[in-house]
């Protein structure tokens, strides 16, 4: 089946620094990827749609300067948050969408901790 | 706003009873998938429910969609303490997916 790589698997910065999170698509190509943001015991919450050669597309209330998405390639998209902040930290997981089951395809998530 | 919303929101069963949780959503879905997610863990694709009325089993779970493909419900048979975890519905409504809120299932063993 389709696997989804995500890394780092938990980080912690400093308040101020930017943070980068990989999403890779390792045996098939994902056109399109989602973000997601999860906070402690709460459902997940889409943050972005991110095409590949285009602009992501962002959900309301998600600010988009601060949370960049870049999909360069068929298989990698990359979410940067900037200058990050405490209230930033969460679980951060990636999806692609698995054409044989029609399942979302998750990553392993992101722990950010930002101190 | 789209909304999905599952009930009950924790749910603690001693090992060997049946658990069933409940999916619904505020407009009609093209169709529901089902997600297991272990404590600190990431989801996983459980399966895909798109006719109306439909009705799916992998084993002990149950999985339906209501006739108006507006509701579903997950039901577990003879839970083990491996079907620990927080299970998500996620409705599409024909532009994305929309998460429930989840239920979180402690087995007690």
């Known amino acids: 089946g389709a696997v989804v790589s995500q890394h780092p698997s938990w980080v912690i910065c400093k308040s101020g620094t930017s943070v980068k999170i990989e999403c890779r698509s390792l045996?098939?190509?994902?056109?399109?990827m989602f973000w997601y943001r999860q906070f402690p015991k709460q459902s997940l919450m889409l943050m972005a749609t991110s095409n590949e050669g285009s602009k992501a597309t962002y959900e309301q209330g998600v600010e988009k300067d601060k949370f960049l998405i870049n999909h360069a390639s068929l298989t990698l998209s990359t979410l940067t948050v900037t200058s990050a902040h405490p209230e930033d930290s969460s679980f951060y997981i990636c999806?692609?969408?698995?054409?044989?089951?029609?399942?979302?395809?998750f990553g392993s998530g992101t722990r950010l901790t930002v101190v | 706003g789209q909304q999905v919303m599952q009930i009950p929101q924790y749910q603690h069963v001693q090992e060997g009873e049946d658990f069933t949780t409940y999916c619904n959503s505020s407009t009609t879905l093209s169709n529901i998938q089902w997600y297991k997610q272990r404590p600190g863990g990431h989801p996983v694709f459980l399966i895909q429910l798109v006719k109306s009325g439909e009705v799916k089993k992998q084993k002990r779970l149950t999985f339906q969609f209501g006739e108006a493909k507006k509701n579903s419900s997950l039901h577990i048979t003879a839970t083990q303490t491996t079907d620990v975890g927080t299970y998500f519905c996620?409705?599409?409504?024909?532009?994305?997916?929309?998460f429930g809120t989840g239920t979180s299932l402690t087995v007690i063993p």
């Open positions: 996620a409705g599409y409504t024909g532009n994305q997916f929309y």
């Open positions: 045996d098939f190509q994902a056109t399109t």
């Open positions: 999806s692609a969408r698995d054409l044989e089951s029609y399942g979302y395809t």
